[in-house]
């Protein structure tokens, strides 16, 4: 993505960074998009869908303050299996570490005593809005009740009930945050969705239909390398590599005489024209990259590592 001046606002701004994290599924990549405005995060039903710490941008003017939110969508809170796990945990850690507001995504069903979360959120010195999403599959007592025992537990500043999926109270979530904002220059040019390059999503995109064609292990095994990527003006061209760790996963991703491998494609390639909104040309192979997930220099390479 190049580089653009940032243009500032002619009068004082707000601007500031704001991690959402939670366990996974509770809808923390739903939320962000739906701030955003564009599909930035994989979501699907199926948990730990995002590894990366993914930024999305908003730039906007609310009661004629003008503001900049740079939200990072974070990899679920969750206990560590492989050196992968690690390293997701490692960009929550450093989203929380950046952040001026923090949004903890939680659900009815969490228990707060028990929760992942808590040691991180005790180590912050950030303001935190306790969110509570999916107030569509509950009712307001329990609603109410699980709100008074979160309250007890990280004190936030605000907290909300919303419903992601339907952006239902999303609005008055924004306004708590913005107002939680320190007043700040922009820190990216107000046109600018994101800090990630073209590819990263290419990859992401085409990751996302394996979690949705796939089942059990496998999506949670491979991993999407896009080894070539070209902007033609009619045109764009990706060659990608889809990693797995054994070679029975090799042959459930290409299928019966490579019928699953071409159902993916084609996915994959409806939503790729999608998200970039031009014709695109997809190749895909399937390589066997044993224990990737443990593998320190393969994770730096994959960019897991610094």
Avoid: C
């Avoid at 599909?39 to 003017?61: D, F, W």
């Amino acid at each position: 993505m190049e580089e653009n001046p940032v243009n500032q606002p002619d009068k004082p701004a707000r601007s500031g960074f704001v991690s959402i994290i939670g366990k996974p599924n509770v809808g923390k990549s739903t939320l962000m998009n739906v701030l955003v405005g564009e599909s930035l995060s994989i979501v699907t039903s199926k948990a730990q869908t995002t590894r990366h710490r993914i930024m999305g941008i908003l730039s906007g003017e609310l009661d004629g303050t003008p503001y900049q939110l740079v939200y990072s969508d974070t990899p679920g809170i969750l206990k560590s299996s492989y050196k992968l796990h690690e390293s997701m945990m490692t960009f929550v850690k450093g989203s929380l570490e950046d952040a001026d507001v923090i949004l903890f995504v939680t659900e009815p069903g969490e228990k707060p005593e028990t929760h992942d979360a808590l040691p991180l959120l005790k180590r912050t010195q950030a303001p935190i809005i306790l969110v509570m999403n999916k107030m569509d599959v509950s009712n307001q007592e329990e609603i109410a009740r699980k709100l008074e025992e979160w309250k007890n537990v990280i004190e936030p500043v605000h907290a909300v009930v919303i419903s992601a999926l339907h952006s239902h109270n999303v609005d008055s979530l924004m306004r708590y945050i913005v107002d939680l904002l320190p007043e700040h220059p922009f820190y990216f040019p107000d046109d600018e969705l994101t800090d990630k390059p073209e590819r990263f999503f290419a990859s992401e995109i085409i990751r996302e239909k394996i979690f949705l064609i796939y089942r059990q292990e496998v999506p949670y095994s491979s991993e999407v390398v896009i080894q070539e990527f070209k902007d033609r003006d009619d045109l764009l061209v990706i060659m990608a590599d889809i990693l797995v760790e054994r070679e029975s996963q090799k042959g459930i991703i290409i299928g019966d005489k490579g019928s699953m491998l071409k159902k993916l494609g084609i996915q994959a390639r409806q939503s790729l024209e999608s998200f970039f909104g031009k014709k695109v040309f997809l190749e895909t192979r399937v390589k066997v990259d044993p224990d990737w997930r443990n593998n320190e220099l393969r994770l730096k390479q994959l960019g897991y590592k610094e």
